[in-house]
C-alpha cells in the first residue's frame, strides 16, 4: 500500500502564519498514521511563486522577482522542521522540473483539442488569482468585490481557453461514482452542485505581465497562474514520465485544501487530469478557516499569528495537539490563549502527563524499575485491556476517514477510564497487603501507556518519542501493526521528565 498526500503550494507573496502551518501539520498527521500503520508514503509541499499577486508584492519591494520569490519560498521550506513535520519533497514552481512538467501538461491537453484561443473580458481578483461572474460578486462603493472580499477588476485580453465545459457531465458522473473524492460530505454537495450549475470554459493563459511558464510555442502569452500550479502535484512525481517509479506508486493521492481553493481543485483539476489522459485524485479534503479569538486573521487587523511565536510560547505538541483536538476537522476554528491553555492542562498535562509520571515514578521506586508480563489477569485487567481494542478499531476508522479530533477525542476517553482504573486498584494500597497484585495491575497500566501512546504518535510525535524513551523503545519496536500482539515479558523503565507542563495563564 502507498499513500501521497500535498500540501496546497503556498503563494509566497507574504510570510507563512498559522494558517498554513495548520494545512502542513494536518498532512503531517496523516503522512506518520500512514507510515505507522506500513504504508509507503510520499508527503509533499512547496510553494506557488508565478502570477500577478507574487509579481506585485516583489514590485512593491522593489525587488528583482526571482530574487523576491527565492527568499520567500525559504521562509515557508524553514518553518517546516519546527512545525514538527517530516516532508518527503519541497516542490518550487519556478524549479525547471515544474516548468517543463507544466508545459507538457498543456502539450498535452492541445494534442487532445482541449485548448483553443479566444477572448476573455470579465472580472479578475489579483489577491484570489481568480476569474468571477459577475453574478457572484457584491457591488460595493469601491467597485465589484468577491466572495472572498477581494477587490476585482475588469480585464479584457486574448487568451487561450481550456474546454471545461465539456467535462460537466464527465464530472458529475465522477462524483456520482465517487462519492467520497471530496469530503467533508457538506463540501462534495458543494462542488456538485457547483458543476450542475453549469461549467464555463475557462481562461487559462495571459499576456498583460510575464511572470508565469510560458506558453510552449506561444512568446506573448504566460499560463495562468492555477494551471501551473496545479500540477506542481503531478511535477513531483516526475510526469509526463507516468511509467516511473513514484507516478506509479503515488498518483493518485489525496490532497488537503483549505475550503477557499476547493473549486480549483474539486473542479478544474479533474478536469484538466481527465482531459490529458490522467487519473483524477483520490481524495480532496477541505478544512475549515481559523480565526483569532473571533476575528478574521489579516495583515490591516494586525491580528496575523505567527507560529515561531506561539509555537515558542506554548511548545511545539501543546499547539499541533490543540489545533487539531480543538475543532473538528473540517470545521472552522477560533484561535484562543483560554482554549489552548484549557485544553492541553486537560487533556495532555492531567489526563496523560500526570498518569504516566505518576505510574513511571511508582515503578521506579516501589517495583525495582520494571513490570514483568502476569501469569493471570484479573477481569478488570480483562476490561481495560478489551476496552483498548474497541479504542483502536475505533481510532483506525476515524483516522482514515480524516477525522483527527475524533480520534483523539476517543484515545482520550480511554485514558479517563484507565484513569478511573488506576483510582479502583490503588497499586499504592496493594503495596501493602499484595505486591503480585501490584505488580501485575503496575503491567497492565504500562502497556496501555504504551499503546496509547502510539496511537498519539502522528499528533505529538516529539513527546511519545520522549515518553517511548521512557519504557526503552522506540517506533523502531512498534508500530500500528504490532500494537495489538505488542505484550513483552518483561518492561524496563527509565527515570521520567515531565513532559507536559501545565500551562498558567
Ligand atoms: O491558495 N485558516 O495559496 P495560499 C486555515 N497558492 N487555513 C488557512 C488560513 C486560515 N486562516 N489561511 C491560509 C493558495 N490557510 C494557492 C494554492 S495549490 C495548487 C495553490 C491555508 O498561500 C489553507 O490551506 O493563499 C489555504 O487553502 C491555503 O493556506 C492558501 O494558501
Not at 501469569?375 to 481510532?395: G, I, P, V, W
Not at 523503545?473 to 507536559?500: A, H, R
Amino acid at each position: 500500500m502507498s499513500f501521497y498526500i500535498t500540501t496546497p503550494i503556498y503563494y509566497v507573496n507574504d510570510l507563512p502564519h498559522i494558517g498554513h502551518a495548520y494545512t502542513t501539520i494536518a498532512c503531517d498527521i496523516f503522512s506518520r498514521f500512514h507510515k505507522l500503520k506500513g504504508e509507503e508514503t510520499f508527503f509533499l509541499t512547496g510553494t506557488d511563486e508565478h502570477g500577478q499577486k507574487v509579481e506585485k508584492a516583489s514590485l512593491a519591494q522593489n525587488k528583482d522577482t526571482q530574487i523576491f520569490v527565492d527568499e520567500m519560498s525559504k521562509n515557508f521550506r524553514d518553518l517546516i522542521p519546527y512545525l514538527g513535520c517530516e516532508i518527503d519533497d519541497f516542490i518550487r514552481t519556478t524549479e525547471n522540473r515544474h516548468k517543463s512538467a507544466a508545459q507538457d501538461l498543456w502539450n498535452k491537453l492541445k494534442d487532445n483539442n482541449q485548448i483553443y484561443l479566444s477572448n476573455y473580458e470579465g472580472w479578475y481578483s489579483i489577491r484570489d488569482e481568480a476569474f468571477y461572474l459577475e453574478s457572484e460578486l457584491t457591488k460595493t462603493e469601491n467597485g465589484f468585490v468577491a466572495p472572498s472580499g477581494a477587490p476585482t477588476e475588469w480585464v479584457k485580453e486574448e487568451s487561450y481557453f481550456f474546454k471545461l465545459s465539456e467535462w460537466e457531465d464527465k464530472l458529475i458522473k465522477f462524483y456520482e461514482i465517487n462519492k467520497e473524492a471530496v469530503l467533508p460530505k457538506s463540501r462534495y454537495n458543494e462542488v456538485v452542485s457547483f458543476i450542475k450549475g453549469g461549467l464555463k470554459d475557462l481562461s487559462i493563459s495571459r499576456t498583460t505581465f510575464k511572470w508565469g511558464i510560458n506558453v510552449p510555442q506561444e512568446d506573448n502569452h504566460v499560463m495562468y497562474v492555477w494551471i501551473d500550479a496545479l500540477c506542481n502535484y503531478i511535477s513531483a512525481l516526475n510526469y509526463p514520465d507516468t511509467k516511473n517509479d513514484s507516478f506509479k506508486k503515488f498518483w493518485p493521492g489525496v490532497h488537503i485544501v483549505g475550503k477557499d481553493i476547493l473549486r480549483f481543485h474539486a473542479v478544474y483539476w479533474p478536469a484538466f487530469l481527465m482531459a490529458a489522459d490522467i487519473e483524477p485524485p483520490k481524495k480532496i479534503f477541505a478544512h475549515g478557516w481559523w480565526t483569532n479569538e473571533g476575528q478574521k486573521i489579516s495583515k490591516s487587523l494586525g491580528n496575523v499569528i505567527n507560529p515561531y511565536e506561539i509555537i515558542d510560547q506554548y511548545g511545539l505538541d501543546q499547539i499541533r495537539f490543540f489545533l487539531f483536538r480543538e475543532v473538528p476537522f473540517g470545521n472552522d476554528g477560533d484561535f484562543s490563549k483560554d482554549a489552548i491553555a484549557q485544553r492541553v492542562n486537560a487533556d495532555l498535562s492531567n489526563n496523560y502527563g500526570n498518569l504516566i509520571q505518576r505510574i513511571a515514578s511508582f515503578i521506579i521506586k516501589n517495583a525495582n524499575s520494571q513490570v514483568a508480563k502476569p501469569e493471570k489477569l484479573e477481569a478488570s485487567d480483562d476490561r481495560l485491556l478489551k476496552s483498548f481494542d474497541e479504542t483502536f478499531e475505533n481510532y483506525l476508522n476515524h483516522m482514515n476517514n480524516f477525522q483527527i479530533d475524533r480520534a483523539l477525542k476517543n484515545i482520550f476517553e480511554y485514558l479517563s477510564e484507565v484513569n478511573a482504573y488506576v483510582d479502583n486498584q490503588a497499586p499504592w494500597s496493594l503495596k501493602k497487603t499484595d505486591i503480585k497484585r501490584m505488580q501485575n495491575v503496575l503491567y497492565v497500566l504500562t502497556l496501555i501507556t504504551i499503546k496509547c501512546s502510539i496511537l498519539l504518535h502522528p499528533v505529538i510525535p516529539n513527546s511519545i518519542n520522549k515518553i517511548l524513551n521512557i519504557y526503552n523503545l522506540s517506533l523502531k519496536d512498534l508500530n500500528l501493526k504490532k500494537i495489538k500482539d505488542f505484550n513483552p515479558k518483561i518492561i524496563k523503565l527509565n527515570q521520567p521528565k515531565p513532559i507536559f507542563p501545565r500551562i498558567e495563564l
